[in-house]
C-alpha cells in the first residue's frame, strides 16, 4: 500500500512556528486567536479591526490586544487610509496587514560542485545569495557541516536587515521523502543516501525546516510569486541538460507515493530514440539534452546521439550559439529545434491528457530558447492531447529565474506559517462566507 500522506510538507524536529505559539511551546486559546487573525490577514487581505471582527468573530477588546502584540513583534503592520479626497467627511481609518517583508526563511540549494544560501522575505524579494563552490565533497556529513556554517551567515544577514526567520528549506537535487525529511538519493552527489537534511538543518538554526525536490520548489516558486500567479492546476517544467518538472494542484505540490511526482524528463517520447541517463530509451530529457541538440546542429547523425554524453552547465554555451542560429534563419538549427519541439509536444500533450492543466510554465534553458521554441511549440501541442483539455492551455516562460527554489520555499512556509488554525484537532475556525466574499477588500 502506498504510504499516505500530509496535504502540507512541513516536516520539522521543532514543530513551532515561531510567530504566534508560546515560549514554552505549548498551544493557548490567545495561540489559536492569533493564528486566526495571521490566518484572516493572509487569506482576506487588509482589514480594519471592524472588518477583522467580521472575519474572525472576535469581540474588538481582544483584537485590540492581539493586533498591539502583533505589532509589537514586526508581524503586523497598522497604516492611515485617509477618506476619499472630495467628500468632506469621514475620518482616517486605520488598516492593519501582514508585514511579509519583514518575515523571511533561509534557504540552501546544493549539487555536486556548489552550495548556495539565500536570505528571502515571504513577500517574495530576495535580500542576499551567495554561491559557494564544494567540489568534491563526498562524505554527506562534511556537506552538512558546510551548509550549517554558510547558513549561519543567512541568519547573521537577517539579523542585520531586520528580518525575522520564520523558516529554513532546502532545495535537493535529488529525490526525496517529504515524510522523514530526508534526501533519498541524488545521483550526481556520490555519498548524498538517505540523509536526514531536516533534522539537521533544524537543529543547526533553531527553525521549523523543510525540504522538497529542487524542481517542485520552482514549481511552487512559480505559482506563489511568478509566472504562475493566480492558477490553480499548472504543470512546470525546467530544461537544465536535463529535464525535471513539479506539479502544483491548489497552491500545494502533488507529491506522489515518493514525493517524486513531476519527473516528466523520463516520460518516453519514442519507442527507440537516444539513451538516457536513466537506462532506458527515448525520454524526453534525451532528446532535449541541449548538448545533444548542439551536436545535431553540429552534423552528429541522430544515429550517435548515443555517444553523445550530456555534459552539465558548460553545455550551455553550445546550445546558446544553437539558438542564435535559429534566429538567423540557420535551417539546420531550425530543425533541430523544430524536431525538439516535437518532442516537447509529445510529452507535454501526454501531461496535458493526464493532468488537465490550465497553465504550463517553461523553466530553465526554455527560457533562453524563447518564443522560437513556444511558438513551434503551440502548433505542435494539439496534435498530441485531447482538444478539448489542450484548447485553452496557457503556456508561459518563467520569470523568477534560477531564484525560483528559493521563492517556493518562502511559498510553502508562508502558506504553512498563515494557515487557519484547529484546536484539538477537530474545531476549525474558518470566516463566514459573506466574509470570504469580500476577499481583497476592506470593509
Ligand atoms: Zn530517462
Request: charged residues 25%.
Amino acid at each position: 500500500m502506498p504510504k499516505k500522506r500530509p496535504s502540507t510538507n512541513m516536516k520539522s524536529t521543532k514543530t513551532n512556528p515561531p510567530v504566534w505559539r508560546r515560549e514554552d511551546g505549548r498551544s493557548s486559546k490567545r495561540a489559536y486567536n492569533r493564528s486566526l487573525v495571521c490566518a484572516a490577514l493572509f487569506h482576506e487581505g487588509p482589514r480594519s479591526r471592524v472588518g477583522l471582527k467580521q472575519s474572525t468573530g472576535l469581540p474588538l477588546s481582544r483584537l485590540s490586544d492581539i493586533c498591539g502584540s502583533l505589532i509589537t513583534e514586526g508581524v503586523v503592520r497598522e497604516s492611515m487610509i485617509s477618506p476619499a479626497a472630495g467628500t468632506g467627511r469621514g475620518r482616517p481609518r486605520s488598516l492593519l496587514e501582514l508585514d511579509l517583508r519583514r518575515l523571511g526563511v533561509a534557504c540552501v540549494r546544493y549539487d555536486q560542485e556548489s552550495v548556495t544560501t539565500a536570505l528571502v522575505d515571504l513577500a517574495g524579494t530576495v535580500h542576499w545569495k551567495r554561491r559557494w563552490n564544494a567540489p568534491g565533497t563526498e562524505d554527506a556529513t562534511t556537506r552538512l557541516r558546510m551548509i550549517a556554517k554558510h547558513l549561519k551567515q543567512t541568519l547573521t544577514v537577517a539579523h542585520e536587515v531586520g528580518v525575522k526567520l520564520v523558516g529554513v528549506g532546502a532545495a535537493d537535487p535529488g529525490t526525496v521523502d517529504v515524510s522523514t525529511g530526508r534526501s533519498i538519493r541524488a545521483v550526481n552527489m556520490p555519498g548524498w543516501t538517505n540523509v536526514p537534511v531536516v533534522e539537521h538543518l533544524s537543529q543547526s538554526t533553531e527553525l521549523a525546516a523543510v525540504i522538497e525536490r529542487a524542481d517542485g520548489w520552482q514549481a511552487l516558486g512559480e505559482v506563489a510569486y511568478g509566472a504562475g500567479r493566480g492558477s490553480q492546476h499548472v504543470l512546470f517544467v525546467t530544461l537544465l541538460e536535463g529535464i525535471g518538472g513539479g506539479i502544483v494542484e491548489g497552491g500545494n505540490l502533488l507529491a506522489g507515493r515518493d514525493g517524486s511526482a513531476g519527473e516528466i524528463g523520463h516520460t518516453r517520447v519514442s519507442m527507440d530514440g537516444p539513451l538516457c541517463g536513466c537506462g532506458g530509451r527515448g525520454c524526453l530529457e534525451a532528446h532535449l539534452a541541449p548538448s545533444r541538440l548542439a551536436a545535431l546542429w553540429r552534423g552528429v547523425a541522430p544515429t550517435d546521439l548515443d555517444n553523445i554524453v550530456p555534459r552539465g552547465e558548460e553545455a550551455g554555451d553550445d546550445f546558446a550559439q544553437m539558438l542564435v542560429a535559429a534566429r538567423a534563419n540557420d535551417s539546420r538549427a531550425r530543425e533541430v529545434l523544430a524536431n525538439a519541439a516535437k518532442a516537447l509536444a509529445v510529452a507535454l500533450g501526454n501531461a496535458t491528457s493526464l493532468l488537465n492543466p490550465e497553465r504550463i510554465i517553461l523553466g530553465g534553458r526554455f527560457v533562453a530558447a524563447g518564443d522560437s521554441l513556444l511558438g513551434l511549440l503551440r502548433e505542435e501541442l494539439p496534435k498530441y492531447a485531447l482538444p478539448e483539455l489542450v484548447a485553452n492551455v496557457d503556456i508561459r516562460l518563467a520569470e523568477l529565474g534560477e531564484d525560483s527554489a528559493f521563492l517556493g520555499i518562502a511559498a510553502r512556509v508562508r502558506s504553512n506559517l498563515f494557515a487557519y488554525p484547529s484546536m484539538g484537532g477537530t474545531v476549525e475556525h474558518r470566516p463566514s462566507a459573506k466574509s470570504t466574499a469580500k476577499k481583497g477588500k476592506s470593509p
